[in-house]
T-cell receptor, first 110, second 114 residues
Framework: GESVGLHLPTLSVQEGDNSIINCAYS??????FIWYKQESGKGPQFIID?????DKRQGQRVTVLLNKTVKHLSLQIAATQPGDSAVYFC?????????FGTGTRLQVFP | EAGVVQSPRYKIIEKKQPVAFWCNPI?????LYWYRQNLGQGPELLIR????????DSQLPKDRFSAERLKGVDSTLKIQPAELGDSAVYLC????????????FGPGTRLTVT
């Protein structure tokens, strides 16, 4: 399959470990944030979102943390599985427009 | 439920040639987006439609790019003439409405301009 990026920051984790992917956003006025997963040859897929009036939100095996003071977002994946291997993007909603950050490639090894 | 459909999946053309991409959004989705994704980067919005109306085309290079969404369903994005720098993946997405409604992305069309 095609690669979505050749020189992305890469996080390598062992299967079963927890993963933490970080993202810094630029606009303090942004009030809605989303994490996307993009597998090779596919479009981005919604994982989890969070609004600025929250600092934590949990889904199935995923947790998003928002620190508005330092404009930082993180995605935590519990018990990482081989199927979690992909490029992960954070995105902020700014005046009805999604602005994507730099992706992080997650590699899961056995 | 079928997802967002795009065609073709891959396209190779010579510079100065025209090219067109087609998108069929999820049924019932009023909002349609075209994004461009360069290698190693996140998608960047080119144009957003609310039904048939282009409500945000500020990032669309209008000298060579055009788009249409006749009848508020399918959409086409055209480049004429293509330049080497247009090589990228062109993604279509749709959502029920604009704002914070979840956007569903298609698989994209990978364009290579030689």
């Amino acid at each position: 399959g095609e690669s979505v990026g050749l020189h992305l920051p890469t996080l390598s984790v062992q299967e079963g470990d927890n993963s933490i992917i970080n993202c810094a956003y630029s606009n303090s006025a942004s009030d809605y944030f989303i994490w996307y997963k993009q597998e090779s040859g596919k479009g981005p897929q919604f994982i989890i979102d969070i609004r600025s009036n929250m600092d934590k939100r949990q889904g199935q095996r995923v947790t998003v943390l928002l620190n508005k003071t330092v404009k930082h977002l993180s995605l935590q994946i519990a018990a990482t599985q081989p199927g979690d291997s992909a490029v992960y993007f954070c995105a902020e909603m700014r005046t009805d427009k999604l602005i994507f950050g730099t992706g992080t490639r997650l590699q899961v090894f056995p | 439920e079928a997802g967002v459909v795009q065609s073709p999946r891959y396209k190779i053309i010579e510079k100065k040639q025209p090219v067109a991409f087609w998108c069929n959004p999820i049924s019932g989705h009023n909002t349609l987006y075209w994004y461009r994704q360069n290698l190693g980067q996140g998608p960047e919005l080119l144009i957003r439609y609310e039904n048939e109306e282009a409500v945000d085309d500020s990032q669309l290079p209008k000298d060579r790019f055009s788009a249409e969404r006749l009848k508020g369903v399918d959409s086409t994005l055209k480049i004429q003439p293509a330049e080497l720098g247009d090589s990228a993946v062109y993604l279509c997405a749709s959502s029920l409405d604009g704002g914070t409604y979840e956007q569903y992305f298609g698989p994209g069309t990978r364009l290579t301009v030689t």
